[in-house]
């Protein structure tokens, strides 16, 4: 089973500064590693697929980047609505597997 | 608009059984992997289970195998698990989600299962 590790566990920024989130797994998935983004009492909602692939609808300020084992899910400028939990997420081999996720919050 | 949604949870015994729903609409039902997926109070996610889109291959959490069965109706457009003998560790939200390019692009609502005497 391939692990998946974010770092850090929880981010104080304030709107307007760049976010920088970690994910490193612990064999290559290549380029397959997805970013989602969660609010309280929402589902997790796709924002990046391919590792570097905005999904629909994703503001440009979220970008990603990474291949093999260490994956980086940028937000350039920090917006109120971007304070949620993140996490990413690889499937190989049918199985599925989530890191434990980063907490944003506004400092 | 491609939606899913989920019912069936709530309040069971532990040992006991439950049965989940998701009911799929706005797209090819039968074109896409469906996965379900579960998040603890306060926890992050984790990967359940997921059934191929003619149904024939099922893989499952080692948390769950000899537990859980996922199996979906086309002729409903609907995914269910069937949760057998059920702990109180199984107390959790369960999405199901459909999978496009390795990555789960619509999540349902979710629905709640609380495991409890």
């Known amino acids: 089973e391939i692990v998946l590790t974010q770092s850090p566990a929880t981010l104080s920024l304030s709107p307007g500064e760049r976010a920088t989130l970690s994910c490193r797994a612990s064999?290559?998935?290549?380029?397959?590693l997805v970013w989602y983004q969660q609010k309280p009492g929402q589902a997790p909602r796709l924002l990046i697929y391919d590792a570097s692939n905005r999904a629909t609808g994703i503001p440009a300020r979220f970008s990603g980047s990474g291949s093999g084992t260490d994956f980086t899910l940028t937000i350039s400028s920090l917006e109120p609505e971007d304070f949620a939990v993140y996490y990413c997420?690889?499937?190989?081999?049918?199985?599925?597997?989530f890191g434990q996720g980063t907490r944003l919050e506004i400092k | 608009q491609v939606q899913l949604v989920e019912s069936g949870g709530g309040v069971v015994q532990p040992g006991r059984s439950l049965r989940l729903s998701c009911a799929a609409s706005?797209?090819?039902?039968?074109?896409?992997?469906i996965h379900w997926v579960r998040q603890a109070p306060g926890k992050g996610l984790e990967w359940v289970a997921v059934i191929s889109y003619a149904g024939t291959n099922e893989y499952y959490a080692d948390s769950v195998k000899g537990r859980f069965t996922i199996s979906r109706d086309s002729s409903r457009n609907t995914l269910y698990l069937q949760m057998n003998s059920l702990r109180a560790e199984d107390t959790a939200v369960y999405y199901c989600a459909r999978e496009s390019d390795w990555s789960l692009d619509y999540w349902g609502q979710g629905t709640l299962v609380t495991v409890s005497s």
């Open positions: 997420q690889q499937r190989s081999n049918w199985l599925i597997t």
């Open positions: 064999q290559s998935v290549s380029s397959y």
């Open positions: 706005g797209f090819n039902f039968d074109s896409y992997e």
